[in-house]
């Protein structure tokens, strides 16, 4: 069966500081993969999706990028962080066929 | 692009009773229609999902219908019980890569 993981699960950083989010895939072979953000209380916000290895698309621009060096790994990342960063992120994978899209356990980001 | 509507944003309803949530999408392209469940802290988890070609589909307590011509769904919950308190999502998709969510819905239920 198929597993997504992430990590850190909880993350304080401060401003301006760098940031890194894992997240990969158990059990599945090229799959899509998607970068959400959840402010508090607010919906699902797409930053960015993968069809392919090295293949990025970004859906809101801002101070964050997203890279696929391996089939089931996707990697969220900034170079300097803003409060605004501050949120929950979840990552999720689909097969294109089957649709259906499922999250990871997400990564609570607090820039303080 | 596609754009997804969700109403109501809270529903209180009394145990027992039933909850209703709508929600209304742009692209006729859209062919995909799931809904998730978000309790507090925790991961969005799918409960159920429509595809264009099925108007109503039932899983015991929860069912979903579609309505192609009026781009609009809903998601029924009956015999609402205190564990069915969370946010839900609904979403669209046309099935190439990308899904809409909506805004969420929380919903309480009163014991």
């Known amino acids: 069966s198929q597993t997504i993981h992430q990590w850190p699960a909880t993350l304080v950083q401060p401003v301006g500081s760098p940031l890194s989010l894992e997240c990969t895939v158990e059990?599945?072979?090229?799959?899509?993969l998607y970068w959400y953000r959840q402010a508090a209380g607010r919906g699902l916000q797409l930053l960015f999706y993968s069809v392919g290895i090295g293949q990025i698309s970004s859906e809101v621009p801002q101070n964050l990028s997203a890279s696929r060096p391996q089939d089931r790994q996707f990697i969220l990342s900034s170079k300097k962080l803003l409060l605004s960063d501050s949120g929950f992120y979840l990552c999720a994978w689909s097969v294109l066929i089957h649709y259906e899209q499922y999250f990871g356990p997400g990564t609570r980001l607090t820039v303080t | 692009g596609e754009n997804v509507e969700q109403h109501p944003s809270t529903l209180s309803v009394q145990e027992g009773d039933s909850a209703v949530i709508k929600c209304t999408y742009s692209d006729s392209a859209s062919n995909y229609f799931p809904w998730y469940k978000q309790e507090l802290g925790k991961r969005p988890q799918l409960i159920i999902d429509?595809?264009?070609?099925?108007g109503e589909k039932k899983d015991q307590r929860i069912a979903v219908t579609l309505n192609k011509t009026a781009k609009h769904f809903s998601l029924h919950i009956t015999e609402t019980q205190p564990e069915d308190s969370a946010v839900y999502f609904c979403a669209a998709s046309t099935g190439y890569q990308k899904v809409t969510f909506g805004t969420g819905t929380k919903l309480q239920v009163i014991p």
């Open positions: 059990g599945t072979s090229n799959p899509n």
């Open positions: 429509i595809r264009s070609n099925v």
